[in-house]
Structure formats: C-alpha cells, structure tokens
C-alpha cells in the first residue's frame, strides 16, 4: 500500500474509533469513566505519558491520542475490544518488561477489571473530559525535582563537631562523633612499622623496602613522636612516580581503559599508551579535577590532544558490514559506551538506562540520553597524529635535508652512464645499466637538440602506467619541462590525483600524478618552449622520500625526441638495463661510465637512503590512540534504542534536570558541543 494512501486510511480509522468512542457514552458509562476509570488513568499513567513526559510518543491525557496510541503503531484503545487494546494488554500483563506502569506499582486485578469492563463497553470518554490534564499528578519542574535526592544537592561544608576529644585533623573530629554516638572507642594507635606499611602499601601499591622502614623508624625515634616523621613520609610518597602508577590504575579501570579492541579480533592498539601515561602524569603533578574532567572531553581544544583518549578508550567492533542495520547498530553502540562512560565517570550516574527509555529511578529522561549522545556523535575510534611543540625546528631540520637530497639528486644525475639504443635485430649490449626502480630514474645521452621529448611505456609492472614527473634537463643541468605543453596517448579517467598537468607540475608523489588509461602500455609527450639543448631525462613512478607504490612502474620504455614532432630519434630505452626486480649492484663493470662511477653512485645511493630515513623521522609525528573528529549529521532520539526507528530531532545538550540545563543548535561544530559538556560537568555549581 503507497504510504500516503496508508497514511490516510489510518487517520480515518482513528478518526472513526474517537467518533464511537464519544457516541457510546450512556450517563452510568460517563459517570464510571469520571469517577473510577478517567482518576486511575490520570494516577497509574499520567506521570509517564502526559503533557509533559509523552514516553513513547503516547499520551493518556488527551482521548484522540491515546485511542490512536503511541509509537509503536498499535491501537491504545480498540471499543469493544480490550485484548486488542495496548493500553489494557500493557496493565495487564505479567511480563515486567512489558507491564506497564513501568515506575510503579502494578494495578490490582481489580482495577485492571475497571478498565477492561469500561473499554468493552465501547470506552465512553464524554467531550467534556476530553483532555485528563486537570486530573494529572502536579509534574515537579526540572530545575526543583533533582535537588530533592541528597546525591543532587550542591556540596555544602558541613561545621566540624565540637568534642572534647584530641585531633589533629577536622576529619578526626567526624569519626570521633561517630564513635562517641555509638558509645563506641578509637582503635588503638598503630606502631610506626605497620603505619609505614600501610601507607607504602595505600598510596604506591608496593611494599617499603627494608632501608625505608629502618629510616622511618629512626626519623620517629628522634622525633620522640610519630606525628611529623609521618607527614613527611606521605610528602614523600606522593612526591614519587609510583603513587601516579598506583592511583592511575584505578581511575583506567573506572573509564574502561583497554590496549586492545575488544570483540572477535581483539587486536591491539599500539598508540593508546599516551593515554594511560597522561593520566599517571595528571596524578603525579596533582591536576586540578576541573582540569582533568575537561581536558578528557576536549583536550584538542585545551592543548591536551592525548587526553581525549578517555573518549574512545573503550571496546571497537572493527568488522564492519555491509548490512545498514548492524552498521547503524555498531556506531550506536559505539555512542552509548561514550555517553554511559561520561556518566558513570563523571556524574556518578547511570545514563546509559536511558537508551531505551526514561531512566527508570535517576532523573534522566530518554531525551537527555540523547542529547548527550549528540554531544559526542562526531567522535570516531582511531589514531591521530599529535601537535609537536617544536614543528618549526622541524620545519627547518626538514628543508635542509631536502636542499641536501636535491644536490645529491643532480651529483647522481651527472654521474649516470650512457644510454645505449640498440637496434631491434642486434644483441642486448654488454653493458648494463641499473634496473629501473620506483623512485629517481635517469635516462642520460649525448647532448641533443630537441623540442620535443616523449616517453612510450611498453610494458609495466602492473596495470596502467604512472608517471609522477617527466622531467628534461638542459647542458646546464635545468629542468626544461616545467613550462613545456604535456599530451598523451590518454589519461585515466575520474581521478583528480592522476591528471596530465602533475606530469610536469614539479611536484612529486602518488597523489600528483599521470595515469595512462591503456593497461601495461601508453605514451605521454612535453612541447618545450623553444628548442634546447638536453642531455638528460629523469622519470620516476613514486618519487616520495619514502616511495610507497610499486605497482604501474614502467619497466619496458622507449624515450624519442624530436626538433618538430614528425621526425623522432630513440636517445633511450630499457633494453640496455638490468631486468626489472634486480639489484644495482650486478650492473656490468665494463669499460666506460658504468665502470668509473658505480662506486660513487653507490655511495650516494647510501647518503640518499640515510637522508630520506632522517626526513622520514622528522615528518612522521608522533599517533596517539585518542579519536578522530568530524561534524556529525543531526541526532534524533531512537525509539526503545533501535538505530532503525528514529523519532524527533536531539540537539546536543547537557541533562536536564541537573545543575543548569543547556542545549545548542544541532549545526554547533564538533568541539565546541564537547567543550560545552567539559565546562558543564566541571563547573562549581554543578552538584
């Protein structure tokens, strides 16, 4: 059935049922729904499913809409019929998931019966008591009901009781009216050995070491009292890397803190240690809490990039699927363990209840869940790399090795032997150049006046060619290529990274490249400006400082040149290298270039590769397992949690009956929805 014709057909039924349902009112039937049935739906309904609280979009306040029921889809009331009727079906059933009220008492089997006989007799509901609202339980504001649970209210400083007993701490005097309260006495004072014992063992989780409890004991003796020798002990304690490592074991239990994914594969995560090192750091320096609570929700924001680790330090479902429904289920599942993290870690609250529902004891209305899930619905699992302080020394460290591989780059130029072009009937010659590799490949011959210079691939090592350059140096060791006109045989389509223009762009790498569009084959052609004198041509597949590809590499080229593009001469081609795959070292030391630079070659081979790993070390920054960010598409509360049954719009917000409640627009960019959160849960006010 076309939705619209459903939809239709559905407003009519509904329409038909409140039309019987009106019509059907005898004076005994109004006066039963008045006096018994319309007070017990009000008192057993109205708190969950009024004006206020629609749980599940249905209202029992107003009769047009709790006849048509909620979202489910099924029928609240059916006149006439109350085993086809949700509402009696929900009081009536013996299934505690099911049963409704959900918060209270089940209705006796009396009053079930009120309903059932009342729906049965056509569920009469007079105009006039067409809205319950007036009869409902009085709703208490958001901003008064929290409060009213100790656990809600702001922290007040209590006075320390006034004994007439000996203590050196304010804390003392509450233990002390404890005792005395219940006549009971202190416990006897503990020797220096066990107290030394104790406290090694509570703050660093180790054991004293034989000299530490021959000190202490020492220190107390000529103290003649425990007392200070003992509070320098506890400075001392706390002064020491190993109270970090102690105390930070317990809050990477409470935040679900794992090196590994979690799930079937359960791999590891070789970068979350940042992490757990910031939090044994953020002890050891005594962090302020409001700054430990904000940096774990947007550290990015607050120079801590490591912190937000917290965020994603919980179980990944790494295999994905091409089923929407359990791709969509996975990422709601990755949004509950980060919003129920945040609320048991920070608010000491049991948010993740209200997934499915209204939180059955604590103040969290399911549209709160959601708000916070909103807050967090554009942080995704993974590495990111982190900010270096020092990016500018690198910066110049990085320029400085590229000025030197340049240099090395025109030495080996210079110091490449001859192409040799033999004929296609004669022998391979004698002397072999170096097989053709990813990166820098050089094509040198006697010098030649040309305008034109074209490269035919013939053969690769996989799929179509790629050229990331093609470049043409003059006598005087210039790339003449950089203004030239480029054409082709053909270009691989769609692909912005492998265009004609990157054939001579000056730029190098796989992403600023040429593809043919003729597999294992094709030609690509430079136009020079004028005419020049050249003598080299130097090509390459991936000229990175840490070449990545080796697939599409041409491994069977002819390079021609030409002074007007008719008439071509052949100054290069492979057939005078070493097959492709073999080492440079078996290159033919005969007579000639080959013989006289191979070892020079060789060594700046070594200078380059030394190079390249130094830039490499410079470029890669340090990962941190602490979650990426992108701005989230809009969050819409899912009805019983389901990721495929989505309701109305959640804009990002805080809980709403808890300290002071704020909502942002659903197009706030990422991190500020996070840095509202951070400042809201550590803010003074908040209880």
């Known amino acids: 059935m076309p939705q619209a014709s459903r939809t239709c057909r559905l407003a009519f039924a509904a329409m038909c049922v409140v039309r019987i349902a009106s019509a059907v009112s005898p ?108 009869m409902l339980p009085t709703p208490t504001s958001p901003a008064t009901s929290a409060p009213t649970h100790w656990a809600f209210r702001p922290l007040a400083r209590p006075s320390v009781p006034d004994l007439d007993v000996a203590t050196d701490n304010p804390i003392d005097a509450f233990i002390a009216a404890k005792l005395h309260e219940h ?259 050089v094509d040198a011959f006697a010098p030649t006046e040309a305008r034109f210079v074209r490269m035919t691939v013939l053969g690769t090592s996989g799929a179509e060619p790629c050229i990331d350059e093609l470049e043409v140096l003059n006598s005087d060791g210039e790339n003449v290529a950089i203004d030239a006109t480029p054409t082709a045989s053909g270009t691989y389509p769609g ?38 004198t050249i003598r080299h041509v130097v090509w390459s597949r991936d000229r990175s400082p840490i070449p990545k590809y080796n697939d599409r590499l041409a491994t069977a080229y002819r390079i021609d040149v030409s002074r007007d593009g008719v008439e071509w001469t052949s100054v290069a081609t492979h057939r005078d290298r070493l097959p492709f795959g073999t080492a440079s070292g078996n290159a033919t030391a005969g007579e000639g270039s080959v013989a006289e630079h191979a070892e020079q070659l060789a060594r700046l081979t070594e200078q380059t590769n030394s190079l390249r790993s130094q830039r490499a070390a410079l470029t890669a920054p340090p990962m941190a397992y602490a979650g990426t960010f992108t701005q989230p598409a809009t969050t819409h509360r899912l009805f019983r949690g389901d990721p495929m049954q989505p309701r109305e719009e959640a804009a990002p917000g805080s809980l709403s009956r808890i300290g002071t409640p704020w909502q942002l627009a659903s197009d706030t960019p990422e991190q500020q929805r996070r840095l509202a959160l951070a400042e809201w849960i550590a803010a003074a006010e908040n209880p």
């Open 27 to 134: 004076t005994i039937a109004d006066d039963t729904f008045r006096n018994e049935v319309a007070p017990l739906l009000a008192q057993a309904c109205g708190s969950c499913h009024g004006p206020t609280d629609a749980e599940s979009g249905f209202r029992i306040d107003l009769r047009e809409q709790a006849i048509a029921g909620g979202d489910s889809g099924l029928a609240g009331i059916v006149p006439g019929d109350a085993v086809a009727s949700e509402l009696f079906v929900r009081v009536a059933s013996d299934d505690e998931e099911v049963r409704m009220p959900a918060d209270g008492e089940p209705l006796t089997a009396e009053q079930q019966q009120v309903i059932r006989r009342w729906i049965e007799a056509g569920a009469p509901w007079p105009d006039d008591l067409a809205s319950l609202e007036s």
């Open 183 to 441: 006549s009971l006495a202190a416990a006897p004072e503990a020797d220096p050995r066990t107290l030394i014992r104790r406290v090694t063992f509570d703050l660093t989780g180790l054991p004293p070491t034989p000299d530490e409890i021959d000190m202490f004991l020492q220190a107390c003796e000529q103290a003649g009292s425990v007392n200070q020798p003992f509070a320098d002990l506890v400075d001392r304690l706390l002064a020491s890397p190993r109270y970090g490592e102690r105390w930070a074991r317990h809050w990477l239990d409470v935040v679900r803190f794992a090196e590994s994914n979690g799930f079937e594969m359960n791999q590891m995560r070789p970068n979350a240690w940042p992490y757990r090192d910031w939090v044994i750091k953020a002890f050891n320096s005594d962090m302020p809490y409001d700054a430990f609570v904000r940096r774990q929700i947007a550290g990015d924001a607050l120079g801590e990039d490591v912190a937000t680790g917290f965020l994603v330090g919980g179980p990944w479902d790494q295999v994905k699927s091409p089923d929407p429904v359990l791709t969509a289920t996975q990422r709601a599942d990755e949004l509950h363990d980060m919003v129920s993290t945040t609320g048991s870690a920070f608010l000491g609250l049991t948010v993740g209840c209200a997934r499915c529902h209204d939180h059955k004891f604590d103040p969290v209305p399911q549209r709160d869940y959601y708000a916070l899930s909103a807050v967090v619905a554009g942080v995704q699992h993974g590495e990111r790399p982190l900010p270096q302080p020092d990016a500018p020394d690198r910066e110049e460290e990085i320029a400085a090795i590229d000025r030197q591989l340049a240099a090395l780059a025109r030495q080996s130029v210079e110091l490449q032997p001859l192409a040799v072009v033999p004929s296609e009937d004669a022998p391979e010659p004698p002397q072999l150049r170096a097989a053709v590799v990813t990166g820098m490949n």
């Open 495 to 532: 692909n912005a990274f492998h265009t004609l223009e990157h054939i001579n762009d000056g730029l190098y790498g796989n992403e600023k490249s040429w593809i043919s569009n003729e597999a294992g084959g094709g030609w690509v052609q430079l136009e020079l400006s004028q005419p020049e």
